[in-house]
């Protein structure tokens, strides 16, 4: 199944603890969610959940970094 990489924008303090729960093997939910979200907006059917992969390095805007797998649109 094909990846979706989703950007979200984040504030610093939030990309931090998104990173560190990560680390920790532990979810930051609501990132998780609003990923899970974006991929409905772009008009594709999420196929499983989304994983973090990290953050940007933007000195102003910071962005969350997801990958979700999503359904094909090919119908068979």
Same mark, same amino acid.
């Given at each position: 199944?094909?990846?979706?990489?989703?950007?979200?924008?984040?504030? #610093? $303090? +939030? %990309? #931090?603890?998104?990173?560190?729960? @990560?680390?920790?093997?532990?979810? @930051?939910?609501?990132?998780?969610? %609003? %990923?899970?979200?974006?991929?409905?907006? *772009?008009? #594709?059917?999420? %196929?499983?959940?989304?994983?973090?992969?990290? $953050?940007?390095?933007? #000195?102003?805007? !910071? *962005?969350?970094?997801? =990958? !979700?797998? !999503?359904?094909? =649109? +090919? !119908?068979?």
């Amino acid at each position: 199944m094909p990846l979706l990489r989703v950007h979200l924008d984040s504030d #610093r $303090i +939030t %990309a #931090r603890l998104v990173l560190q729960l @990560h680390q920790e093997g532990r979810t @930051h939910h609501e990132s998780r969610e %609003a %990923a899970r979200d974006e991929v409905w907006r *772009q008009g #594709r059917t999420p %196929a499983g959940e989304p994983v973090f992969v990290g $953050i940007t390095n933007g #000195r102003r805007n !910071v *962005q969350l970094l997801y =990958d !979700v797998e !999503v359904y094909s =649109d +090919t !119908v068979g």
